[in-house]
């Protein structure tokens, strides 16, 4: 995948030497590159080095940019007490430029939320005001961070040693001029961080009222209000105003109490309930209505604000006492709880790299990048039963009715192979320029091209392109077809496109997460695997609303429907995350697969996973 390329060109192995540094191993990577945990023999202390992206370095602006914001930025850690990684050292070494800053031992805070839930309101307080001391030194040094995202809040295990920022105005120069940060969306994006602690991104409407206190929720609030001039001037007064609310807060009836006595009036649930519920309603409205007036508010933070804050609306409008329950849903918790962890059955090297994979005929297909071929197993016994050459940078891959359909990204072609014994390769059809994701319909192969920002239609019978290319959003990179139509990821605008197949028109770009790489159709919806922003958007295919934002792993990539879940390869942190389309909740532990995985497919009752890093393929049981 053409986004992800910087990343299998920047690995380092365990015990390398780079500018010095010893490389003890992968700390996390994003946009920018690869951050390693890195030891420097003579000084004898463990560092965080990050290399940053080939396609990066290879950029004059952005290596001018460097050298300035890094060096202005060196100075923020001390500063602020700590509450900025140190940066020891800056430069370039064989071509690619590097960071070298002080380790942090701990979670990026999204991740923190994600494994163990939403935060006491105490510690996501705390964990703000190391944050606003770190941001009103940087802005009084003419540095905005302009990327403030849960993802780049380090949070350290040891819970007297404060939380960090990291990436201070030298992330990817990929906004509009419109999108332009300043100090004042960093405090709006300040307070999403908080709204985003206090409360996840899970299941249907954000629970806002759960344990919020009103006063804190009227500071987030303001906090995104859509006027700069109403928002608090700096981040260390929206610390402050936090802070204060939480002291004043009164201490709220327990959420769980005893069962009311029977014959008592009302609608069967204690007062003390009632109350609870119908404060959380109430802060849900207040909040939700301060949210939305702030969709456009915030240059980096907004799209953050956004997804937050469609789901908090409905949350508003939600009844203060919910129906109860049916007779049939606890049985249908408890067969959720029995659900069985998902196992990983094999691992099965396909070659230097993988990609895109698929199923059909009692056989897994796999693109492999690194060799240039298509790599066929045998879904019965996980072995490679066969290979062909595939064109330059194989990337996605189709297959059916014995029959299997592989883009080349380098020489903008679909080619097909007879799926014998022997892989046969037939015509090789021009499809524009880098091509990547590939669908298909009972007569029709769908293609997207990344560079022309089209869907191409070509006959399965003939291989001919059947009409003109379509065009999508900016740089398609996933398609798939399902009840309603044929649906595009389209990364660098985070949309996606609903086409027509029966008349190839192009519908209205739906507006989703950050840099959308992998989009499925299935259970009814649409789930789109938002790569920038870590989540899954749920979308109702009549409407194309947005019916759910779902925190899942670092960096997702592809999502598939199978077996009554939804499942997400998570490209940053080597796991597939499973989906319980019944609460729009993750289900179970994440499963780890190989490094990089980029691609998923579901036949024969199993999983598979191709994984670009390390060129393997998982075979996992649901």
Not at 55 to 63: H, K, N, P, T
Not at 452 to 468: I, K, L, M, N, P
Not at 599 to 621: E, M, P
Request: glycine share 12%.
């Amino acid at each position: 995948m053409a986004v992800w390329a910087a990343h299998e060109e920047t690995d380092l192995p365990i015990g390398a030497n780079f500018a010095g540094y010893r490389i003890e191993g992968v700390a996390g990577s994003g946009r920018m590159g690869v951050v390693y945990r890195a030891a420097h023999p003579g000084l004898g202390r463990v560092v965080a080095l990050k290399l940053i992206a080939r396609e990066l370095s290879d950029s004059y602006a952005f290596r001018q940019r460097f050298r300035t914001e890094t060096q202005r930025a060196a100075g923020i850690g001390l500063i602020a007490q700590a509450g900025a990684p140190l940066i020891y050292e800056r430069g370039e070494s064989a071509g690619r430029l590097f960071l070298v800053m002080r380790y942090v031992d701990g979670s990026d805070l999204g991740t923190l939320v994600g494994r163990d839930g939403v935060l006491e309101p105490a510690r996501a307080v705390a964990i703000v005001a190391d944050l606003a001391g770190t941001l009103d030194a940087a802005h009084r040094r003419g540095i905005v961070h302009g990327d403030l995202k849960p993802g780049h809040v380090l949070v350290p295990d040891d819970a007297n040693a404060p939380a960090c920022l990291i990436d201070f105005g030298v992330s990817p120069p990929d906004r509009s001029p419109a999108e332009a940060a300043d100090a004042a969306s960093d405090v709006c994006a300040l307070g999403a961080v908080l709204l985003h602690a206090l409360t996840g991104r899970g299941a249907g409407p954000v629970p806002m009222g759960e344990g919020i206190p009103p006063a804190l929720a009227a500071v987030i609030g303001r906090s995104m209000k859509r006027s700069p001039a109403d928002r608090y001037a700096s981040a260390g007064e929206l610390a402050r105003a936090a802070r204060a609310a939480l002291a004043q807060a009164p201490s709220e009836p327990p959420l769980d109490p005893p069962p009311p006595a029977q014959g008592g009036a009302g609608d069967g649930r204690p007062r003390g309930r009632r109350r609870a519920l119908a404060i959380r309603a109430a802060i849900a409205a207040a909040v939700a209505a301060a949210i939305v007036v702030a969709l456009h508010a915030a240059g980096g933070s907004d799209g953050n604000a956004r997804a937050v804050a469609e789901q908090a609306a409905p949350a508003a409008a939600a009844p203060t006492a919910p129906a109860p329950p049916t007779a049939a849903a606890p049985a249908q918790r408890a067969a959720r709880a029995a659900r069985p962890q998902p196992a990983v059955v094999a691992t099965i090297p396909v070659g230097e790299r993988a990609d895109g994979i698929a199923f059909a005929d009692g056989a897994v297909w796999v693109a492999s990048p690194g060799d240039d071929q298509l790599v066929r197993i045998d879904a019965r016994t996980g072995r490679v039963t066969a290979k062909a050459p595939a064109g330059a940078d194989p990337d996605s891959v189709a297959a059916a009715g014995g029959v299997a359909w592989l883009t080349s990204r380098a020489d903008g072609h679909l080619r097909r192979f007879a799926a014998g014994a022997a892989l046969t390769p037939g015509a090789a059809t021009p499809v524009g320029a880098k091509p990547e994701g590939i669908a298909l319909d009972a007569k029709v192969a769908w293609v997207v091209s990344s560079v022309d920002d089209t869907v191409t239609r070509v006959d399965r019978s003939t291989g001919a392109v059947a009409g003109r290319p379509i065009p999508v959003g900016r740089q398609p990179i996933d398609v798939s077809i399902g009840p309603s139509g044929v649906w595009t990821a389209n990364s660098a605008d985070g949309t996606v496109t609903r086409v027509d197949p029966a008349t190839g028109q192009a519908h209205k770009a739906i507006g989703v997460g950050r840099q959308p790489k992998g989009i499925a159709e299935g259970l009814g919806s649409v789930w789109v695997a938002d790569n920038g922003d870590d989540t899954v958007t749920r979308l109702d295919p009549r409407t194309g609303r947005i019916t759910a934002t779902i925190r899942v792993g670092d960096q997702p990539s592809k999502v598939v429907v199978a077996g009554g879940q939804v499942w997400v390869t998570s490209f940053g942190d080597g796991t597939v995350t499973r989906i319980d389309p019944a609460t729009n909740r993750v289900s179970g532990r994440p499963i780890r697969v190989g490094k990089q995985p980029v691609g998923i497919a579901f036949g024969a009752g199993n999983l598979w996973v191709a994984s670009l890093g390390d060129g393997t393929v998982t075979q996992i049981k649901p």
